[in-house]
C-alpha cells in the first residue's frame, strides 16, 4: 500500500490550505455559525472553483477524482480549518445522484460540482439507530408518479438544501433491506415541511416532514426498490469523509496542545518541561497516528470489494470514535480551564470531534457492525 499522496492530491491540499487559512478565519466560522444559513455561499462557491467539490466525483460524472484518498484529503483540510461549508451533505446526496442514469440527476449533480446548488441526504428516521435498512416513510406508487408519507430526522443542512434526496419504502417491513426507493425532491416541493436547528458544534440540522408529497416518476433514482445498496455505499464515502475531518482535527488540536505546553510557564518554566505531560503528550501523537492508519486503510479499501471495503470503514469510524474522545479530552485538559472557553477554537475541535462520532453511527455501533460482517454467512 502506498502512503504518499499523488502530486495532483498534494496541489489540492496545498491549495485548500492556502485557501482555508487565509480566507476562513476562526472569527468567521464563529458568526457562520450563529447565522441562518450556517455557512458561506461566497466560500461555498470559490472552494467549488479550487475543486474541492469535483474531487469528491469520479471524471466519468464531471468530476476531478472521486476516489477514497481524493475524499480524504479534501475533508482532512476541512477539518483542520474548522470549515463549517456543507461539504458532507452535497457528498452523500452526490454519491446516490452519480449511481442514478437519468439525464435530470446527471444535471443535478453537475449543479452541485460547481455550488451553484446545495444538496442533501434526507434518510435517517427517529427510529432508525442508525440502521440503513430502517426506512418507515412510505412511497405509494400512483398513476403519474408517487406519493410519499412520512418524517426524517438529523438532516444535515435540511433547512438550508434546495434538493432532497430521500429514502422511501416502496415495499416491505419497516426494516427489509429490499424494498426501500430513493427519490429527488426540491426543497419547495407541497407537503414537504422542515424545521431546522443548530447543533452543539456549529453546524446544522433539521427535521423533514413529508404530507402527502406527490413527485413525478422521473424523481426515482435507480431501479425500484434497489436503493439500499446506493445508501450503502454513499453513506460509506460520507464515513470516510467524517474519518478524515476527524483525522484534520486531532492534527489542529495536537499542534494547538503542543504550542500551550510550549509556551505556558509555571513555576519558571514551560509546562512542556514536566514529564507527566510529556508522557501524556507521547500517548497521544500514538493514538492521532492510529488514527492516521484506520483513515489511510478506509480510503485504500473504498472502491473494493464490498465486504472488505464495509469491515475498513465500520473499523475506521470505531478507532475515529474512541480516539476522538480521547483527543478532545485530553487537549482540553492540557489546556486547562481556557480550553473549556467558547473564544478559543480548541472548544469548538473538541465539540466537533465529539458529534462526528454520533453521526452515521456511532463507535459502539460500528464496533458491532464490524463483528457482524466477520462472522460466516
Known amino acids: 500500500m502506498h502512503f504518499t499522496h499523488t502530486d495532483e492530491r498534494r496541489m489540492l491540499a496545498d491549495t485548500l490550505q492556502r485557501y482555508v487559512s487565509t480566507q476562513c478565519p476562526f472569527a468567521m466560522r464563529q458568526r457562520l455559525a450563529a447565522s441562518a444559513e450556517g455557512h458561506s455561499p461566497t466560500h461555498w462557491r470559490a472552494l467549488a472553483e479550487l475543486g474541492a467539490l469535483g474531487a ?7 468530476g476531478l477524482g472521486g476516489h477514497g484518498f481524493d475524499i480524504a484529503v479534501v475533508f482532512e483540510v476541512l477539518g483542520q480549518g474548522l470549515v463549517v461549508e456543507p461539504f458532507l451533505p452535497n457528498l452523500l446526496a452526490g454519491s446516490v445522484l452519480a449511481q442514478s442514469a437519468h439525464p435530470a440527476h446527471a444535471a443535478l449533480l453537475s449543479s452541485l ?18 440502521d440503513p435498512a430502517h426506512v418507515a416513510t412510505r412511497a405509494t406508487r400512483e398513476a403519474e408518479g408517487w406519493c410519499l408519507q412520512g418524517a426524517k430526522a438529523a438532516v444535515p443542512f435540511g433547512a438550508q438544501a434546495q434538493w432532497l434526496i430521500l429514502s422511501a419504502r416502496t415495499q416491505g417491513e419497516v426494516a427489509d433491506t429490499d424494498g426501500i426507493g430513493l427519490f429527488a425532491l426540491p426543497a419547495d416541493t407541497p407537503g414537504l415541511r422542515r424545521t431546522g436547528s443548530p447543533t452543539l458544534d ?71 518541561r514536566f514529564q507527566a505531560l510529556q508522557h501524556r503528550m507521547a500517548s497521544l501523537l500514538i493514538e492521532v497516528e492510529q488514527a492516521r492508519s484506520a483513515v489511510v486503510n478506509a480510503a485504500a479499501a473504498l472502491d473494493g470489494e464490498r465486504l472488505a471495503r464495509e469491515k475498513a470503514l465500520s473499523a475506521a469510524k470505531h478507532s475515529i470514535g474512541r480516539i476522538g474522545t480521547l483527543v478532545a479530552e485530553a487537549c482540553v485538559q492540557l489546556h486547562g480551564g481556557i480550553g473549556m472557553t467558547w473564544e478559543l477554537p480548541l472548544a469548538h475541535m473538541a465539540k466537533r470531534l465529539i458529534l462526528i462520532d454520533h453521526q452515521l453511527g ?9 463483528i457482524a460482517l466477520g462472522q460466516p454467512a
Do not use: N, W
Not at 56 to 62: C, I, V, W
Not at 113 to 130: F, K, N, R
Not at 208 to 235: C, K, W, Y
Not at 257 to 272: V, Y
Open 113 to 130: 460540482m460547481q455550488g451553484e446548488v446545495l444538496a442533501t441526504l434526507a434518510h435517517e428516521e427517529a427510529d432508525s439507530h442508525y
Open 362 to 370: 456511532d463507535e459502539d455501533h460500528h464496533l458491532a457492525r464490524f
Open 56 to 62: 469528491l466525483f469520479d471524471e466519468a460524472h464531471g
Open 202 to 272: 456549529g453546524s446544522q440540522t433539521a427535521t423533514v416532514h413529508l404530507d402527502q408529497v406527490r413527485l413525478p416518476a422521473s424523481a426515482l433514482i435507480g431501479p425500484e426498490g434497489r436503493g439500499h445498496a446506493l445508501l450503502e455505499q454513499a453513506i460509506g464515502r460520507g464515513i470516510l469523509a467524517l474519518c478524515a475531518e476527524a483525522l484534520g482535527l486531532m492534527e489542529a488540536a495536537k499542534a494547538a496542545t503542543i504550542t500551550h505546553l510550549q509556551t505556558r510557564m509555571q513555576f519558571g518554566q514551560p509546562l512542556a
